[in-house]
């Protein structure tokens, strides 16, 4: 999740994979029950598009009383994506924004130039058994927007288009793709999908986006002949048509991508800027925990503790 970015993945090449730019295969990290997978950034790839995080957050099983809890903490630079397979939890920032989320539904919240938020699951979910299964990414904004304002907007199930034919089924999150466009309002030329694919359909990856990714989240699938299991990332080069074949046991995946940015991008904890200055502010800002006049401050209803500033 955007609270844990020290999972470093294993990224190996493909330079003989037909197609494939780069191979990324996360490593899972146990977070006391709770697993999350990292597959960017990378050490060969930083971002695909402006994609710079891109977390899967479990499957994972909890017992009654049980749930995640993550303390307010701060944000720069980026708009995080929230999407759930299973369970639900609560989002709070300092917009004063208090949301749940459920699966198919989108939390879209820009960090701009600061923005404090938290996710815990609630009381009621707490009280029974449960599981939680989901993504979140962090979408990197131009540097054009990263003095942005901080904003916040939730799409539901039925709000998000869904491309259905042959035994394909898109829901379309971001951006566009396929004819259609998400209702998110994005700040550069992207595209974000959850894929289910029927056993041995096959589906084109779109080729009007200058960086596209897959991720197996569920199956497997075939690219030109070569397998690829759940927990693997492909990133395909630029240009080259590209369809993937579901195995017979179907597939779900994550279809990601779009314009690459203006340049690379500084990454420290939860912080992403164009240069390190804008961190260092930020990073000040928050170790001065001014909540009623600084920089940040801290989300409505969530006012009783925070993460702390990292020592490192």
């Known amino acids: 999740m955007s609270w844990n970015p020290c999972v470093e993945p ?7 994979v037909n197609s494939i730019e780069t191979l990324i295969v996360p490593r899972a990290r146990d977070l006391g029950g709770f697993e999350v997978r990292r597959a960017l950034p990378a050490p060969k790839r930083q971002m695909v ?3 710079i995080f891109f977390d899967q957050m479990g499957p994972a099983e909890f017992v009654t009383g049980g749930g ?4 307010p903490h701060p944000h720069i630079g980026i708009a995080t994506v929230t999407y759930l397979f299973k369970g639900e939890f609560q989002h709070r920032d300092s917009l004063g924004t208090d949301q749940m989320i459920y699966p198919g539904e989108v939390n879209w919240m820009i960090a701009g130039n600061g923005i404090t938020h938290s996710e815990r699951t609630s009381a009621q979910t707490r009280a029974n058994p449960h599981s939680l299964f989901g993504i979140q990414t962090w979408v990197a904004l131009p540097e054009t927007e990263e003095d942005h304002g901080p904003g916040f907007e939730h799409f539901g199930k039925h709000d998000l288009p869904l491309i259905e034919a042959e ?4 829901r379309l999150i971001l951006g566009t793709a396929y004819g259609e466009k998400a ?3 994005t700040f550069t030329e992207m595209f974000y999908g959850d894929v289910l694919l029927d056993p041995d359909v096959t589906l084109p990856l779109p080729d009007d986006h200058e960086d596209r990714a897959v991720y197996v989240l569920d199956g497997a699938v075939s690219v030109a002949g070569n397998v ?12 080259d048509r590209v369809s993937l074949q579901a195995a017979e046991t179907g597939a779900r995946l994550m279809l990601l991508g779009g314009e690459t940015l203006d340049g690379p991008r500084y990454i420290w904890w939860n912080f992403v800027a164009s240069s390190m200055d804008r961190i260092e502010a ?3 800002a928050w170790r001065e925990g001014n909540w009623q006049d600084g920089r940040f401050s801290l989300p409505p209803g969530d006012t009783d503790e925070f993460i702390p500033l990292p020592n490192n």
Do not use: E, H, L, T
């Open 10 to 16: 294993n990224c190996p090449s493909a330079d003989q």
């Open 49 to 51: 598009g402006p994609f």
């Open 68 to 71: 995640i809890d993550v303390r």
């Open 167 to 170: 035994g394909k089924r898109v």
């Open 183 to 185: 209702p998110v309002s």
């Open 228 to 239: 690829y299991d759940s927990g693997q990332m492909m990133v395909f080069r630029s240009g």
């Open 282 to 284: 930020a990073k000040q």
